[in-house]
């Protein structure tokens, strides 16, 4: 079979290898899609702390169950041969405070299928924990599928967050992750949802997405403050603007990856004086079998957040235009023979 390979930092090859056989417990599955995020480039370029290398990427992904390793439930589980799949590509240690604790998204240990040291999805085949396995129901789509992944962190993020309804809720951010925040945003009972974004392209998927009130600055809306306050950008400037239009006894969210050493600004007073709490939110904690389930009840719109789906050939051209913020969702789908625009 066929693997994308980091062979090194900012180095891809595409090899030959056998197909992996499933071990104790272990599900061997045929990769369907896999979805390109920040977290890839971040692998890639070697900023990603703790990546081993060589290392196949993709931890966004879905397919279908091939074979079984000794150990996997049946009666629990109940997988069988041929079942559509979404991974969970977090795997945790078990022993440490942390996860001993209820916080198994801040092990110590924390690994990531296709980020820290076991190979992900970006192959024709690849393994995974049978607990870190979910059956998706026979029609749902199992490209769209690969955003189940990335909804699940959404969820967790929400799982941080006050759910008051008519609460105002301003989002940061048109790209996968600002995009399922605030879709997310109507279920959790928010009034408004608004979102902003430099790139107009991207506050176009925002409008097919359903989300009505799209600014390229927070000056545009019709309200100075909102309660919640969600940035999924990781920039600085947004960070420091974002905090500022926090109402009092809001919340302020942290969701965007800022660079690793980057501080910012904000004015303790008004923290203390408005009483205005800041969260912050990582991966996915219990949130993955949720995620499943919001998703089939349909209640993102997966169609218009997925632009391209990509060969293994061209995973560097993926990799590029991801980096260079053009398109919407970008998908690897390993068996396939050509690139496709699925979303001009
Ligand atoms: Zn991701
Ligand atoms: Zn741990």
Not at 20 to 36: M, N, Y
Not at 299 to 314: L, P, R
Request: a negative charge; glycine letters at 10%; proline letters at 4%.
């Amino acid at each position: 079979m066929r693997a994308v390979v980091f062979t090194a930092e900012k180095r891809l090859a595409i090899e030959d290898r056998d197909i992996p056989i499933p071990g104790f417990k272990e599900i061997l599955i045929k990769t369907a899609a896999v979805g390109i995020c920040g977290t890839d480039t971040h692998v890639f370029d070697g900023e990603f702390e703790g990546t081993v290398f060589p290392l196949v990427p993709g931890h966004e992904a879905t397919g279908t169950i091939i074979e079984m390793g000794a150990g996997v439930s049946r009666g629990v589980c109940d997988f069988a041969i041929g079942d559509r799949v979404a991974v969970n590509p977090s795997t945790t240690c078990g022993e440490c405070e942390f996860c001993l604790n209820g916080h198994h998204n801040l092990c110590r240990f924390w690994n990531g299928l296709g980020v820290v040291a076991s190979d992900g999805a970006a192959q024709e085949y690849f393994l995974a924990p049978a607990h870190n396995v979910y059956r998706l129901k026979s029609d749902t789509d199992i490209f769209h599928a690969a955003l189940i992944e990335p909804l699940a962190c959404a969820i967790r993020g929400w799982d941080v967050l006050p759910r008051r309804l008519g609460d105002h809720v301003l989002v940061y951010g048109s790209g996968t992750m600002g995009l399922l925040m605030a879709q997310l945003a109507t279920r959790a009972g928010a009034a408004s949802v608004s979102i902003v974004d430099l790139n107009t392209e991207r506050l176009a998927t925002a409008a097919d997405c359903g989300i009505r009130n799209r600014f390229t600055s927070p000056d545009e809306a019709d309200r100075k403050k909102w309660d919640v306050v969600i940035d999924c950008t990781g920039s600085i400037s947004a960070i420091e603007d974002g905090l500022t239009r926090v109402k009092p006894a809001g919340f302020f969210q942290n969701f965007g990856v800022a660079p690793t050493h980057k501080t910012a600004n904000y004015s303790p007073f008004r923290v203390y004086r408005d009483e205005i709490s800041i969260v912050g939110t990582m991966a996915v904690l219990n949130s993955f079998g949720r995620a499943v389930e919001m998703f089939e009840a349909g209640v993102i719109n997966a169609a218009a957040m997925i632009s391209h789906s990509f060969t293994m050939d061209d995973y560097s051209v993926a990799l590029e235009m991801f980096r260079s913020g053009q398109g919407r969702k970008l998908q690897i789908r390993p068996h396939d023979t050509e690139s496709r625009v699925l979303v001009p």
